[in-house]
């Protein structure tokens, strides 16, 4: 099958290596599997003096959103990489958080044409991952190319509606079918735009398969190893892990914190330890390769991170595969996913008191009861790697095709 990709994040050399590469992981096992696969990534650029004060205030942005803006217009380039055929080109949008206008949507139409043209490449389907450019673009390549549409949403903010404020119904009725990242994407999307006859799935992410146990071992004691993976910002509550471990009941119990990440909240961390007398429990590690990671999940029994609009976090995934009791938002990328009290707990965004209760009963739990929910816990990371998920997609994508 042909398959055509457009993007706004696809990971290069010439990027910041903190931008998401879950588009790269799909198509990389699409081409695997024999899949012929381009790859479109509409790179957002700004005029020169938004750059000007990106540059400026790089580190003070990251430190708030969790990631890196690009400070330079990146080149436009073509490459290849594991079998993908990867095309980059930018669209110019005048500011951040504001819509592309006509002109620059008809200029990229133009350019994606000339892209099929040259390779020769005609798509039986053409997949959009975030809402624009890509929801306007997929329109146009379906009434020009006759080909089936599929849009990924990764957003749970009425995008659509601010970009195409009269032309969304008819941009999302036209299409085939749609991609939610998680369960609150769908719920917020189709309440927010009374989707209806379009079929639809969840694509999830997966975690490489060598980050998965060939069978499942863990144990627990009665002193707990608490993990915080992530970047060290507002929106993420490191703090709350903190302070909820810092209730009455467990002054005197003999628990350990990791934090792995840097942001600026690494400073008002170190402050609130001391405060509380437990610096000598709480490990602050900053930010370490993915494999030191792992190693440090394979030491942990409960992984926390109660973090407010994550889509969806692969970091919770390599967490379960080690067997980790697992703590993450409800009502968030995860909710779904983990099902309170069965493979993990699920906990209200940031809220210390709804904390304290999960943690008391995790540590209420028997040994049988405690092994079960790691166990589970391992059962959903081993049904959720990159090949399984890529598989499960490119199926709902081969059904668009054939019908």
Request: glycine share 6%.
């Amino acid at each position: 099958m042909k398959i055509l990709v457009l993007t706004s994040h696809f990971p290069a050399s010439d990027l910041p290596k903190d931008l998401t590469p879950v588009v790269y992981y799909f198509t990389k096992e699409w081409a695997r599997k024999g899949h012929s696969v381009m790859v479109v990534h509409n790179q957002t650029v700004f005029p020169s003096g938004i750059y000007l004060f990106l540059k400026s205030f790089n580190k003070l942005l990251a430190s708030i959103v969790g990631y890196n803006f690009p400070t330079f217009k990146p080149k436009e380039v073509n490459y290849q990489v594991d079998g993908v055929k990867v095309f980059r080109r930018n669209i110019m949008k005048l500011m951040p958080k504001k819509k592309f206008i006509d002109k620059y949507y008809k200029l990229q139409q133009k350019e994606i044409d000339q892209i099929l043209e040259k390779n020769d490449f005609m798509p039986d389907i053409v997949v959009g991952h975030w809402l624009t450019p890509q929801a306007a673009l997929l329109h146009y390549l379906k009434e020009k190319y006759k080909v089936p549409t599929c849009l990924v949403v990764h957003e749970n903010t009425p995008v659509l509606k601010r970009d195409y404020p009269e032309k969304w119904p008819e941009y999302v009725s036209n299409l085939d079918l749609v991609g939610y990242r998680s369960r609150p994407i769908k719920e917020a999307f189709v309440a927010d735009h009374n989707i209806s006859g379009v079929k639809d799935f969840f694509c999830y992410s997966g975690v490489p398969r060598e980050f998965i146990p060939s069978k499942w071992e863990k144990s627990f004691t009665k002193n707990k190893t608490y993990t915080f993976v992530g970047t060290l910002i507002k929106r993420k509550h490191p703090e709350a892990i903190l302070d909820a471990l810092s209730a009455p009941e467990n002054i005197n119990s003999e628990w350990k914190l990791n934090y792995l990440g840097e942001g600026h909240l690494k400073k008002s961390l170190q402050k609130f330890s001391t405060k509380l007398g437990v610096n000598d429990k709480v490990f602050l590690r900053g930010r370490v390769p993915r494999e030191e990671v792992n190693k440090v999940l394979m030491n942990t029994d409960v992984f926390v991170m109660i973090s407010e609009t994550e889509a969806f976090g692969l970091v919770y995934l390599e967490a379960m595969a080690n067997g980790c009791i697992t703590i993450a938002s409800r009502n968030e990328g995860m909710d779904g996913v983990i099902k309170d009290g069965v493979n993990g707990f699920l906990c209200n965004a940031g809220d210390v008191e709804d904390l304290q209760g999960i943690i008391r009963k995790i540590n209420s739990l028997s040994e049988q009861e405690i092994k079960e929910i790691s166990y589970q816990a391992f059962l959903t990371a081993s049904n959720l790697t990159d090949e399984k998920v890529a598989l499960n997609y490119v199926q709902h994508l081969e059904k668009c095709v054939s019908k």
